[in-house]
């Protein structure tokens, strides 16, 4: 999935000419924790969040002075931004929320501002991935990690005509050489298609059985 599939665009911006105060109205009013700041051509010079904007001001509200409200939004910004592309792969900026531990990622394209990508959206998608905002069961299945796995498995739905909504694999971190295949079918009946991946050897956890 690309970036520009997931992000925000136009995005909420904030001149490099303002005022700690004229962010934090902004903030308030558009009800947003992360503006990215640029000059008057879009050029992105850093990104301002509520969690700066805190740090620099006292905590006590009656301290603040209107000479601290009103020092220049650059002086408390972060210059260093992370940024991807339209076109970058989503899973790829993930690695950068992940190992950073930031709340958004500006996306520039040719120099220039053009949408934001923040931690809900991440969430979001990783929701929608999963497949379960649409009615179904979800069920997960043990496989041995060599190839071919994926298509024995999407052959049974095949063969008993139901549809695939999500489909997610990763290690199964108890087990070396294994992997758990997360699968979301578009049927609320699953004990057909488990019997069959049973038969096939496969390990199947059930949510039936769980009580889930």
Same mark, same amino acid.
């Given at each position: 999935?690309?970036?520009?599939?997931?992000?925000?665009?136009?995005?909420?911006?904030?001149?490099?000419?303002?005022?700690?105060?004229?962010?934090?109205?902004?903030?308030?009013?558009?009800?947003?924790?992360?503006?990215?700041?640029?000059?008057?051509?879009?050029?992105?010079?850093?990104?301002?969040?509520?969690?700066?904007?805190?740090?620099?001001?006292?905590?006590?509200?009656?301290?603040?002075?209107?000479?601290?409200? %009103?020092? =220049?939004?650059? !002086? +408390?910004?972060?210059?260093?931004?992370?940024?991807? &592309? @339209?076109?970058?792969?989503?899973? $790829?900026?993930?690695?950068?929320?992940?190992?950073?531990?930031?709340?958004?990622?500006?996306?520039?394209?040719?120099?220039?501002?053009?949408?934001?990508?923040?931690?809900?959206?991440?969430?979001?998608?990783?929701?929608?991935?999963?497949?379960?905002?649409?009615?179904?069961?979800?069920?997960?299945?043990?496989?041995?990690?060599?190839?071919?796995?994926?298509?024995?498995?999407?052959?049974?739905?095949?063969?008993?005509?139901?549809?695939?909504?999500?489909?997610?694999?990763?290690?199964?971190? %108890?087990? =070396?050489?294994? !992997? +758990?295949?997360?699968?979301?079918?578009?049927?609320? &009946? @699953?004990?057909?298609?488990?019997? $069959?991946?049973?038969?096939?050897?496969?390990?199947?956890?059930?949510?039936?059985?769980?009580?889930?």
């Amino acid at each position: 999935m690309l970036v520009e599939r997931i992000m925000t665009s136009p995005c909420i911006s904030f001149s490099s000419t303002g005022t700690i105060e004229e962010v934090i109205n902004l903030m308030n009013e558009k009800n947003i924790h992360h503006v990215p700041i640029v000059d008057d051509n879009m050029k992105l010079i850093g990104i301002i969040s509520d969690r700066d904007v805190k740090q620099a001001l006292p905590s006590n509200l009656s301290e603040r002075s209107n000479l601290e409200l %009103n020092v =220049p939004i650059t !002086k +408390i910004m972060q210059q260093h931004v992370i940024t991807c &592309h @339209p076109l970058d792969f989503v899973e $790829e900026i993930a690695l950068d929320f992940y190992h950073e531990s930031i709340g958004s990622i500006p996306v520039v394209k040719r120099g220039k501002l053009v949408g934001i990508v923040t931690a809900k959206d991440m969430l979001n998608t990783f929701i929608e991935l999963t497949g379960v905002t649409t009615p179904g069961t979800t069920i997960q299945i043990q496989i041995p990690d060599i190839p071919g796995n994926i298509h024995e498995i999407t052959e049974v739905f095949h063969r008993f005509k139901i549809g695939i909504e999500g489909i997610l694999v990763f290690r199964d971190k %108890n087990n =070396p050489g294994k !992997k +758990i295949v997360s699968l979301r079918m578009l049927s609320m &009946h @699953p004990q057909q298609v488990i019997k $069959e991946l049973v038969a096939k050897d496969f390990e199947v956890y059930n949510p039936m059985e769980n009580s889930l």
